[in-house]
Every structure is written in C-alpha cells, then in structure tokens.
C-alpha cells in the first residue's frame, strides 16, 4: 500500500512539473512600426530600426561615431536581405554599412539627407590586385579604371557589387527609389550585368535606379540607397523639398523730406588738412602673411533632389 501511495505522489509530481514546463510562456508585445515623417531632406524617423551587424554585414569604423544605424523596416530590412544574397553567392563576401539616420532622424552633419530614416550609404566590394577580397573600414574612391585614388592596390569588384544592386532593385517586400553613384562605375556595372547575361528585366531596373546626383559629388565612393515611402507613413513626403529663392527686396519710396545726398554734403564740407605730423611708412619684409581661408564642409548628399 505504501509503496502504491508513493509511486502516486511521485507520478502526480511527474504530471505537474510536465504541465508546468509545458504551459506557454507571456507573449512579448510587437515592437511598433517604424515611421518615417517628412522628405529625405526635412524630417524625422519614429521607432527606427537598427542595423546590426552579421557574418555577412558589418559597420565601417569610420562611419561609426555618433550611432547613425538607423532606418525603417523596410530600408534596414532590404540592406540585410541584399547582403545576404550576395553573401550566398560570394560566401566570403561581407558588405561594410556606413550610416542611415540618427535614432530619432533629423539633420546630420556633412548629409543633405538621410533625416527620415529612408536613406543608407553602402561601401563598396572591393578586391586587391589578384581579385582577393579586401575589408576596409571607410569608403575608397574609385577611378573609371576600377582602380582607387588613393591605393592601387584597392580595385572595385564587378561581381560583387553588380550582385549587391541586383539584389536591391529586385526586393520583393521594398521598393528601391534610387541608387547614388558616379556616372563612370554605372556604365561599369551594366556593361558588367551585360557581359554575364543577366536578365533584361533585372538589367533595365537597374539601370533605371543607378544615377550620379546633381548638385553634389559624383559619389565615387560608396552607394547611396534611397527607399520609398513605408504604406504605413501617411506623413511621409516622397520627394526631398528644394529650397525657394528668396524674393527680391523692393525699394522703398523716397521720404517727401529726404536728407542731401552724401555727395552733396561732402562738397559743401572743407577739405581735410594734411597732418602736421611726419608720417613713417614701414618697410615691406617681401613676405605676405597668407590670410586665412574658410572651408565650406564637403556636401555627400544629393541636395536638392536630383
């Protein structure tokens, strides 16, 4: 009986740490959209997505100051998808991400835009001179040749980054709106999607989203993605908003009592005397202190829109 009595209580313990393991665990709640509010060039972003990095993504040191990883889902969402792509086909390939839009969206230093979380800039692929893969941790400007200004040994790598636009213009869950980059490593990239066959459609999507901005530099360096207008940001403005020339002030009628003119006062007025006093000029040592020149901060950015 006893034994009977013990092999119940232990069965009855059994039955109710398994339904106490087995009972679910509290839902967390979703995080609430991202929203991006006004233009590229005049807004903000509200619950913005963090980029974080993954074998096949990682943030350029360079570009890391100041936090400026985030965007909306879908722009956050489409760079990790393109970069995963190319990662598949090139499986040593890791895409270096510079930055997106402050936590909050808003002005950032030295951009024209990427203040509404809808705007990234993407490094390029690069290989040394026997097509080995290279990580660098800024941007390297490229010349038509393919080669970098600063470094011959850095070249722009066809495959890769043909594989990197690819990817994006063809994301089935966000609409790519623009891909910043000089007008010489365009006609690059489609003579590349040509020459392996890729597809027309894919081909002339492409084409469509690469252009070199106007207004700014020929974004030699690095790509500039643009994502549209999330459908669930009714506040979102499409197009960056370009600055109106200010009018021109008019002139105010004449006082019916006006003063004399400068010019007549200074006739009525006696010549200045000479001074009595000798005047010791200083003698010139051939040297010009040179003055001091101020330096207008580079502009990144397409501003205004292109």
């Given amino acids: 009986m006893r034994r009977s009595l013990g092999s119940t209580i232990l069965a009855c313990a059994i039955a ?74 090139f499986p040593e390939a890791q895409l270096g991400v510079g930055q997106l839009s402050k936590k909050g969206g808003g002005n950032i230093e030295r951009h024209h835009s990427h203040e509404s979380g809808r705007d990234a800039d993407l490094g ?18 490229i010349r038509e040749n393919g080669i970098a200004t600063s470094d011959p040994s850095v070249r722009f790598d066809d495959g890769r980054n043909w594989a ?18 000089a007008t010489h490593l365009r006609t690059r990239l489609l003579a590349y999607g040509a020459k392996i066959g890729a597809a027309p459609a894919v081909r002339q999507r492409v084409a469509d989203l690469l252009m070199q901005p106007k207004h700014a530099l020929p974004h030699d360096d690095h790509f500039h993605v643009r994502v549209a207008c999330p459908a669930n940001s009714a506040e979102c403005v499409e197009f960056p908003v370009v600055a109106q020339p200010k009018k021109a002030k008019q002139a105010k009628p004449p006082k019916a009592h ?25 003698r010139s040592t051939g040297k010009v202190k040179p003055e001091p020149i101020a330096v207008t901060p580079t502009q990144e950015d397409d501003a205004p829109y292109p």
Avoid: C, M
Avoid at 164 to 181: N, Q, R, Y
Avoid at 258 to 281: G, L, N
């Fill in 164 to 181: 990197l636009v690819a990817a994006l213009a063809s994301d089935p869950h966000a609409h790519v709106t623009h891909i910043f980059v």
């Fill in 124 to 141: 390029f692929y690069l290989v040394d001179a026997l097509g080995r893969p290279l990580l660098r941790d800024s941007f390297h400007s």
């Fill in 258 to 282: 006006a003063e004399p003119e400068r010019a007549e006062v200074a006739k009525a007025s006696p010549k200045a005397q000479p001074s009595p006093h000798k005047i010791t000029r200083a």
């Fill in 16 to 89: 109710l740490a398994t339904v106490a393991g087995a009972a679910p665990s509290p839902k967390r709640a979703p995080p609430p959209p991202s929203k991006s509010v006004g233009a590229p060039n005049k807004g903000h972003l509200e619950n913005g997505v963090r980029v974080e990095p993954t074998p096949y993504l990682r943030i350029l040191g360079a570009y890391a100051a100041g936090d400026v990883r985030y965007g909306t889902r879908e722009l956050v969402d489409a760079i990790d998808r393109a970069a995963r792509e190319v990662h598949r086909r």
